[in-house]
């Protein structure tokens, strides 16, 4: 175990290195200058600033400094926000993207389950029928429409929410759903799936007939199976989490960080495009090897395949 | 009994004169609310209150409202007094005399002096600043040596006398020059915060000193939420009547409109569809900036030297119709190149004095009669090529429509659109590499020159390569032969635009504007289109 675990650390660090390797090399491909007001600065102004911001040099030798860099720790200073370190910029903004991704993974995959089990107890019911249906609308609907959506009827007409802004529990709750909506689509579908067929194995069967309540052969026996392909779910739910945080972000005005990204590259902020590049390949790579090692502790024949290769 | 009454009778008596007496108090007070706070929309973050390195809107309104400089920009860019309470100009136009109020301090308790107006100058001018507003000190001594490491910045032409004399030398007469003064690049520094906070100067409103009727707090560097605060060290407090503004960043027009609604926010910019539905709500206001877009035609290509293909490229576009029905924003059909509001002469626009009409109207007829003698000059049947634009919403209407007036109207013409990112759009301009572009240009402070010296033959940034002799000269005169003298200086410039546009050397499509709602209790906001936006200094809420 110990040495698989060195041998995908290793590979996690490499993965990171070219990320950051190909990143920056495409970066420096983006056309103009990270300055805001190039138009108006004379060429020579512009070569002076270049200078200074040390972009006049060649670009290996701009790469080396930045890895250096990244290496001890430094992630520079933003162009944008002038004099503000990146590692400033992130970690003051983390937070909220954190807070608002993790609950809605929680919410998601916590009423998917539900859902998803109900429907699969009570097949080919109108229960069923209903989830279903609730699940297709969860997973088609984007998820900026229901934001925009529960925004005007639930905070602006009903007034039971915020409409906006980022303070305590309760501006969270409207956003949650809204990202959180779309795992819980998923997750319903999955474990109801899951759940049929192993409600239908022998050894289901067998518990039945060993008399057993329906509850504790749902929970002890049925469930912990129909998981397993949830696991795997795990880590395209981060990426859309991360990706749909932006806009959700956007529409519920949150100080997070998806959307700092997005303006970085459309002003050419070379140091933050690196530094948000770097932390949300680092958070994937992360949760990659945390899904696969929970893997294991779900479903041991994955873990002994993986202690011997 | 009796006496009961009588006590009434007093009561109300005394009353009355209490109630006559608040009547005859100042009449701005009786109709101010008594809660004197604003909540304002902003669309972006405050990146940075370090005015020497400032680029933005955000930043340049927040300084503004919370620093001191020689003048204050008041309505119709008027200039208003500062810390300036005395002016002298030499006979030449090359050396101003301020005579400072000593009565103006930083929020860290120092007095504010002639040497924080030195001291900051020389900052924004050193090369290791790396200030990219530091162009506007052009025409100040030395200030090019400076900027171009050749000079040290001790050279520059700005002295303190004393502390309350402070003495700027030019290099030749910069007609404009007091506009420049109420741009928050030419404000005081205080030296001891700028050393004091060193690489955080300016990154917070605690790492921060102010001097104007505002000071900045709850502003951590990166937070969507911050607020002004009334200055009560400002030397004219009495006239600031708002005790806070709150800011609230709303990127979502949609988020900020519901809030708006809801009360939350006393402004909010406005979507296109939003501007469409509200604008005959009385609350609907349009800010117009100083900012035109238009169409950049390619005059290294032997087709855009032609003036009739480009006469005709500009008579097909039924400006009216594009920003009513398409962009719907609140902008304008463009009259000219200059923006429209941004200075006058007389009472008079320059826009009205310059005003072109063929070059701005849509004569749909006379296109296809010009265009088809164009092809014929070229020896040409038909004729494609490509326009050029920004990925953004307004970028690709304005393509689209385009597009589909030019192919409809001009037999021949074959348009393909391309629509790129802004510093993609930008590189290629100043590369040459585009047929057509559609592009935009702003002005930074309120005179035309602002806009007319792009064109001149020998600006880097004219892309188009369009040039005109007699253009060139007037433009040269007016910062001349002309510069002291306000007629004939605003004539040159007249003239100058009525070239450009008799010739149709770019063809202006609208003026860029911004549509907003304000609550209608909300007065006294200066709303100007160069340079700085807003100015809150004598705002308040009435009942």
Not at chain 1, 4 to 28: E, G, Q
Not at chain 2, 227 to 246: G, H, Q, R
Not at chain 2, 298 to 309: A, G, L, R, S, W
């Amino acid at each position: 175990m110990r040495k698989y675990l060195l041998k995908r650390v290793f590979y996690m660090v490499l993965t990171l290195f070219l990320v950051a390797t190909i990143t920056f090399f495409l970066m420096k491909l983006m056309p103009g200058t990270p300055y805001s007001n190039q138009q108006k600065m004379t060429q020579q102004q512009i070569q002076i600033m270049n200078q200074q911001y040390g972009l006049n040099k060649p670009i290996w030798q701009q790469y080396v400094i930045y890895i250096f860099g990244m290496l001890h720790g430094d992630l520079g200073t933003s162009f944008q926000f002038s004099n503000q370190p990146v590692s400033y910029l992130i970690s003051s903004r983390i937070g909220a993207s954190a807070q608002l991704g993790a609950q809605a993974m929680i919410f998601g995959v916590f009423f998917g389950i539900i859902i998803g089990s109900i429907a699969a107890i009570n097949r080919n019911t109108w229960i069923d029928t209903t989830s279903t249906v609730v699940s297709i609308i969860g997973k088609s609907v984007p998820n900026f429409v229901l934001a925009v959506l529960l925004q005007y009827y639930i905070a602006l007409k009903l007034g039971w929410f915020p409409i906006a802004d980022w303070g305590g529990f309760s501006y969270t709750v409207l956003p949650t759903i809204a990202l959180g909506v779309g795992p819980l689509a998923e997750t319903a579908r999955f474990v109801r799936t899951g759940m049929v067929d192993v409600l239908n194995s022998d050894y289901i069967e067998l518990a039945r007939a060993k008399g057993l309540s329906k509850f504790g052969i749902v929970y002890h026996h049925a469930l912990r199976n129909s998981l397993i392909p949830l696991v795997t779910l795990i880590g395209p739910y981060t990426v859309a989490l991360m990706t749909g945080s932006m806009v959700i972000e956007n529409i519920f005005s949150i100080p997070g960080i998806g959307e700092q990204f997005v303006k970085s590259i459309l002003v050419n902020d070379y140091p933050t495009i690196m530094g948000v590049t770097m932390l949300f390949s680092a958070g994937l790579v992360a949760i990659i090897l945390l899904t696969d090692i929970v893997y294991g502790i779900i479903d041991p024949r994955i873990r002994l395949s993986g202690s011997e290769g | 009994m009796k006496f009961n009454r009588l006590a009434k009778l007093g009561l109300v008596a005394a009353f009355s004169a209490i109630a006559l007496a608040a009547c005859g108090s100042k009449s701005t007070n009786s109709s101010m609310a008594s809660k004197q706070v604003l909540n304002w929309n902003e669309t972006a973050e405050l990146p940075t209150m370090d005015l020497s390195t400032a680029t933005d809107t955000v930043s340049f309104d927040m300084l503004n409202n919370s620093m001191e400089g020689i003048y204050r920009l008041g309505k119709d860019s008027k200039i208003e007094p500062g810390l300036a309470t005395k002016t002298q100009v030499s006979n030449n136009g090359e050396k101003y005399v301020f005579t400072l109020r000593k009565n103006d301090k930083w929020s860290n308790g120092d007095k504010v002096t002639a040497k924080d107006f030195v001291y900051s100058w020389r900052r924004t001018v050193d090369p290791k600043t790396a200030s990219q507003y530091a162009y506007l000190f052009s025409g100040i001594k030395n200030a090019d040596a400076i900027m171009n490491g050749k000079k040290g910045v001790s050279t520059l032409g700005i002295k303190a006398d004393g502390n309350y004399k402070l003495t700027v030398t030019l290099e030749k007469k910069i007609p404009y020059f007091k506009l420049l003064m109420g741009f928050p690049v030419f404000f005081p520094q205080n030296q001891s915060a700028v050393e004091k906070y060193g690489s955080k100067y300016g990154t917070a409103s605690k790492y921060m000193v102010y001097n104007g009727p505002f000071t900045l707090t709850k502003w951590t560097g990166s937070n969507l939420s911050w607020t002004l605060k009334k200055n009560n060290n400002y030397w004219d407090k009495k006239d600031v009547k708002l005790s806070a503004i709150n800011y609230k960043v709303n990127k979502s027009n949609t988020t900020a409109y519901n809030l708006y609604q809801s009360g939350k926010l006393d402004e909010t910019n406005l979507g296109a569809e939003q501007a469409k539905q509200l604008s005959n709500s009385k609350d609907y206001v349009v800010r117009k900036n100083a900012s035109t877009f238009y169409l950049q035609y390619n005059q290294t290509k032997k087709e855009f030297q032609n003036k009739k293909i480009r006469q005709a490229l500009s008579m097909v576009i039924n400006r009216k119709q594009f920003v009513n029905k398409v962009l719907g924003n609140g902008s304008t059909a463009a009259k000219g190149y200059v923006s429209d509001g941004l200075a006058k002469h007389n009472g008079k626009d320059f826009t009205d004095s310059a005003y072109v009409k063929s070059a701005v109207t849509y004569n749909a007829s006379e296109a296809k009669k010009l265009w088809a003698e164009g092809l014929k000059e070229l020896g040409v049947k038909d004729l494609s090529f490509t326009i050029l634009s920004d990925d953004t919403d307004a970028g690709n209407n304005t393509t689209q429509f385009l597009q589909s007036q030019i192919e409809e109207n001009l037999k021949g013409a074959k348009v393909s659109v391309e629509n790129v990112p802004f510093k993609t759009r930008l590189s290629r301009s100043t590369n040459g590499n585009f047929d057509v572009v559609v592009t935009g240009w702003g002005a930074d402070f309120a005179d035309p020159i602002s806009f007319l010296d792009l064109f001149t033959s020998s600006n880097p940034e004219n892309n188009g390569k369009w040039k005109n002799t007699q253009y060139d000269k007037l433009i040269e005169a007016s910062k001349t032969t002309d510069a002291s003298n306000t007629t004939k200086r605003w004539n040159d410039m007249v003239q100058a635009e009525k070239i450009l546009m008799k010739d149709q050397g770019i063809a202006p499509i609208y003026q860029q504007s911004l549509a907003t709602l304000v609550k209608p209790k909300v007065k006294g906001v200066i709303y100007n289109s160069a340079g700085v936006n807003y100015n809150f200094k004598n705002a308040y809420i009435s009942k």
